[in-house]
């Protein structure tokens, strides 16, 4: 054995005039003096008698060096604690007496050693043959300190002083019990003092700290303290030489903070933290030189002989005493399902609770899943595996707002990836996540934290915030430990200081043999069924067998469209198809939406200004459109005249008059839909970019409010009115890629989680969408109608309501809609045929796509510089799709040319960033990547990257300069930074609502007939 210590332990040797000291630390023993877990009835890798080794091989190796030092946590946590406190008290208590033949010279009391009251805690440490300190404990009145302000222990003539402190939080876990016996005051202040004192009087400094390092409270820390605040002794001016930390039950081989050393060994014994210090002389004191902590796991550590002999009768009277019968178990109750679906066990320890207060409700957890009974004899051991913890019983009032919300915070115990997976939430223990008997309550854990908790009801009833309940529940959590800051200030009606372990042993004798039958009572539930079956999986459980014959209901179908552009006039016959088919498909109640950007960018929808696709839609049954950022394309008049005209409801709540800082009474921001009887409310939300991306003179006087403040008010006044369902429509973009969405669909429902929002149909989503952000489900089918958003509204077989997305595509060959539509339809057709095929201009020759830079490609590049009066005007060459022949020109034949259909945009920059542009376009050895006008670039293909540009003339003859500004014309796409030219995405820009197609169109009408195209190439090498 000691080889292998030495081996972990060894420290440098000790220069001359130096001494070396070694600092040994435990903390959250909780109550293990033994080797031996009683619980499970086997050895137990930890404990006292195992630490005792490694502190008796220390001294050997270190004769006269060693200090061994307690951190808190001692006196209570298992099951030899919980015997010698309540069952067989005795003097001195077995506890302390292995510390002391452990050898421990100075110890702090840690929360838990206060759980059974300050006499308790004193008459246990009276027996210690060492010293408690604290710095922060206090009689209940006045300065009087309850323990040693510190210790000076000497080694080898070294003076180390040690002080300790306990985490405030004792305050709230204890109050009661430390009422008017002991105050604990915030660790920061107390220690400010006792540094500089502690100095005088040694030549090496240590605290013990029962608090962690730093991180969130399990409760309010107003006018208590923080609970983990060790990490504050490194501030001071003057500041210990080593702090051990305990309470927060991680471990720290060794941080230094501001010179401080911290450590922390593993709670339970199960390892020892050992700090080496070297120290020399310099004018005649000790001076800190080296310092070096390690940890020493006690996993394979033999037993100390000597505690074991002592220990052995006292470890023998706490196993006769677990394995003592209480009752017999009919039918086996194992916890492995208590947080999937509900328990017997759960409900076991509910009823106890219940009918010992009282109480409306009851409220527990069970910390170790693989606790319970089997069909056999029940004993102690089994009780207390299942109830650990020493709490007492204790019921509180609360109001149904309260009890929401408690609820609400223990269902944070699941969480959800961006893929929609559930899993469990690693920073919520078990212990944490408690189930509440005497209510009906749904959950789903999809949603969105905080709004997870769905029909909870009190005996039948719908539970309404200002209700009132009385709760029972353990001492600890009605403190509002674990983050339960709801229960502060609800009033104890019920506390006579019950040891909830102890009623639990009693219920069992007196109700024995325990049915399981007689609590396997169903008040709450996963839903819906998908996610209760994910959630059993998490605990290897089979799912839920649904009844004989169970299906599905739909309640409501939902069907939407998105950016349309207005290219479903040509093709409306097979969206009308599509639409009804699906709606053939369901004997449900249906509602069709579009999410905004529905009516423009075709021939026939700008030539009626959005009038065509307004008729049609309305045709089509569509009940309500959000505004889209194209709808502003056109003049605020005929955006108004639009909107009073239009034969479905035009949304958007986020539109605000600049002047009046309200809603212009032209627009309506959400309306009440009745669909089969079902009230649902549909808001529309326009993208708040609009506004920075459009001239200026469309949208002046106007406002875009952006995400939920822009919604707030809508969002309460649809709350009032209780409707079934809530959908927002908007024309907002985002996409998917794996797991991961992004986007500002994303951001805005992630502001919107818990706000009663159901669904979000996003408009601006180029490829279908299909998942969930903050417990809303978002929808996106796409844009020019090649698909439909489905989603449903689902009563499933359990009762559960759950909504199912999915994207349906359109069939091509299909046509539909009723005689109304396809006379609408036909008419709208005939008129778009005449504006496709109407002569626009000629050509003299034929312009087609041959070699880097073509007389087509300068010919439209300079067309959209003439449309937006700009100085250069630009166009991807990859965006060219068709040639034109010699003759007449129609606007079918330049939409072939440029079939994305896209909008332009007036940006701004300088020649500085037009270079590194050109730069960037020019970056294949094989030539420009764009056509240019207006400009003449002069480059050396042979040159390396970035130095290839020669020079830059601009039209007139002027030469660019790197700090003047410049306006460039070019399509949305290119200004967002497609096929590399990302130096464009951030400038500032301006979309002028004019489609690239009519730029063309209208420029080749202005130019002399026959069109002979003369425009020079925009980029000439340099060499030949």
Request: charged share 20%; glycine share 10%; with cysteine.
């Amino acid at each position: 054995m000691l080889p292998l210590l030495t081996a972990l332990v060894l420290a440098a040797a000790p220069l001359q005039d130096t001494a070396h000291v070694v600092l040994v630390a435990t903390t959250d023993v909780d109550g293990h003096a033994t080797d031996w877990d009683y619980l499970a009835d086997r050895p137990f890798a930890g404990g006292l008698v195992r630490v005792a080794t490694v502190v008796d091989s220390l001294r050997a190796r270190y004769p006269g060096q060693v200090v061994v030092m307690d951190a808190g946590d001692m006196l209570q946590g298992d099951a030899f604690a919980t015997y010698f406190a309540r069952v067989a008290p005795t003097t001195p208590h077995p506890i302390v007496e292995a510390m002391n033949l452990t050898g421990y010279d100075v110890a702090t009391p840690g929360d838990h050693d206060f759980d059974r009251g300050l006499s308790f805690l004193r008459r246990a440490v009276a027996d210690a043959r060492f010293p408690y300190v604290s710095a922060n404990v206090y009689a209940a009145s006045g300065d009087s300190l309850l323990f040693a302000l510190y210790r000076v222990v000497r080694r080898g003539g070294v003076r180390i002083g040690i002080t300790g402190f306990t985490t405030p939080g004792t305050m709230v876990w204890d109050g009661i019990q430390l009422a008017g016996h002991a105050r604990i005051t915030r660790i920061p202040s107390a220690a400010a003092p006792i540094f500089a004192a502690m100095r005088r009087d040694a030549d090496l400094t240590v605290a013990l700290v029962h608090s962690g390092m730093d991180g969130r409270a399990s409760y309010d820390t107003t006018g208590i303290g923080e609970e983990h605040a060790a990490a504050t002794l490194a501030r001071p001016p003057v500041r210990p030489d080593i702090v051990v930390v305990g309470h927060s039950r991680r471990e720290m081989r060794d941080s230094v903070i501001a010179g401080v050393h911290f450590v922390q060994p593993r709670p339970s014994g199960a390892s020892v933290a050992v700090v080496h210090v070297d120290l020399a002389r310099d004018d005649g004191r000790w001076r800190v030189r080296r310092m070096r902590a390690d940890q020493i796991s006690t996993r394979e550590i033999v037993p100390a002989p000597l505690l074991v002999r002592r220990l052995a009768a006292a470890r023998d009277s706490v196993r006769d005493w677990v394995r003592t019968p209480v009752g017999l178990a009919l039918a086996p109750m194992r916890a492995a399902a208590v947080r999937a679906a509900p328990d017997p066990l759960v409900n076991f320890i509910n009823d106890v609770q219940r009918r010992q207060t009282g109480a409306d409700l009851s409220a527990t957890a069970v910390s170790d899943l693989r606790a319970g009974f089997d069909a056999d004899t029940i004993r102690v051991a089994q009780v207390l595996a299942l109830y650990p913890f020493d709490n007492t019983l204790r019921a509180v009032r609360l109001s149904g707002a309260q009890l929401k919300a408690y609820l609400e915070w223990s269902a944070r115990s699941f969480q959800v990836d961006p893929a929609g997976r559930i899993g469990l939430n690693d920073s919520v223990p078990g212990y944490d996540a408690d189930i509440v008997s005497g209510a009906q309550y749904d959950v789903d854990p999809r949603r969105s934290v905080g709004d997870r908790i769905q029909r909870l009801a009190v005996r039948g009833r719908p539970v309404q915030p200002a209700d009132s309940f009385t709760l029972a529940l353990d001492s600890r959590r009605q403190t509002g430990a674990g983050g339960y800051a709801m229960l502060r200030g609800a009033p104890v009606v019920y506390d006579k200081g019950e040891s909830i372990p102890e009623l639990l042993l009693e219920a069992v004798r007196s109700r024995s043999p325990i049915d399981p039958a007689r609590f396997a009572g169903g008040e709450w539930r996963i839903v819906p069924e998908v996610a209760d079956r994910a959630v059993r999986s998490l605990f290897g459980l089979a799912a839920r067998p649904l009844p004989q014959g169970a299906r599905d209901t739909v309640l409501l179908r939902v069907l939407t469209t998105g950016d349309l552009r207005g290219g479903f006039v040509p093709g409306a016959g097979r969206l009308a198809a599509a639409l009804d088919s699906l709606g053939d498909a369901c004997a449900c109640a249906q509602l069709r939406l579009d999410a905004g950007d529905a009516t423009g960018g075709t021939p026939i929808g700008n030539e009626t200004r959005g009038r065509a696709g307004m008729e049609l839609l309305g045709h089509l049954g569509y009940a309500a459109a959000a505004l889209g950022e194209h709808d502003f394309d056109w003049s605020a008049d005929t955006l108004r005249e639009r909107l009073s005209a239009a034969p479905y409801s035009l949304l958007a709540a986020n539109l605000v008059d600049s002047a009046t800082g309200h809603r212009p009474d032209w627009v309506v921001p959400w309306r009440m839909v009745d669909v089969g009887g079902m009230p649902v409310a549909v808001i529309g939300y326009v993208a708040p970019g609009t506004k920075r991306l459009l001239d200026a003179e469309r949208t002046r006087g106007l406002r875009f409010g952006e995400g939920e403040l822009a919604l707030h008010d809508v969002l309460g006044q649809i709350a009032a009115r209780r409707p079934a369902f809530t959908i927002l429509l908007a024309d907002v973009g985002g996409s998917c890629e794996g797991v991961a969405c992004t986007g500002e669909v994303v951001r805005l429902a992630e502001e919107l989680g818990g706000r009663g929002v159901g669904l979000i149909v996003a408009g601006n989503v180029p490829q279908a969408m299909t998942t969930r952000v903050a417990g809303i489900p978002i929808l996106g089918s796409g844009s020019g109608g090649r698909a439909i958003g489905v989603a449903d509204l689902v009563k499933t077989p359990a009762g559960g309501l759950d909504l199912r997305l999915a994207v349906a595509p359109v069939d091509s060959t299909r046509a539909g809609g009723s005689a109304a539509f396809r006379a609408a339809l036909e008419r709208y057709e005939r008129r778009d045929d005449s504006l496709l095929t109407r002569p626009l201009a000629r050509l003299k020759q034929p312009l087609v796509r041959a070699g880097n830079q073509f007389p087509l490609g300068a010919l439209l590049a300079e067309a959209r510089r003439n449309a937006l009066r700009t100085d250069l005007g630009l166009i991807r060459t990859g965006s060219i799709r068709a040639d034109l022949p010699a003759g007449t020109v129609t606007y079918a034949e330049l939409s072939a040319v440029e079939p994305s259909r896209s909008n332009l945009v007036r940006l701004w920059l300088t020649g500085a960033q037009l270079t590194s542009l050109l730069e960037a376009v020019l970056a294949d050895p094989a030539g420009p990547s764009v056509h240019l006008a207006g400009a003449q670039v002069r480059y050396d293909p042979r040159a390396r990257a970035g130095r290839r540009v020669r020079g830059v003339v601009l039209q007139g003859g002027r030469k660019l300069r790197r700090e003047a500004e410049y306006t460039l014309a070019t399509d949305e796409a290119s200004a967002a930074g497609a096929d590399g030219l990302a130096a464009l995405a951030n400038l500032r820009s301006e979309r002028v609502g004019l489609l690239d197609v009519e730029a063309v169109a209208a420029y080749l009408r202005r130019l002399p007939q026959p069109v002979e195209a003369s425009a020079p190439a925009g980029f000439r090498s340099a060499r030949p």
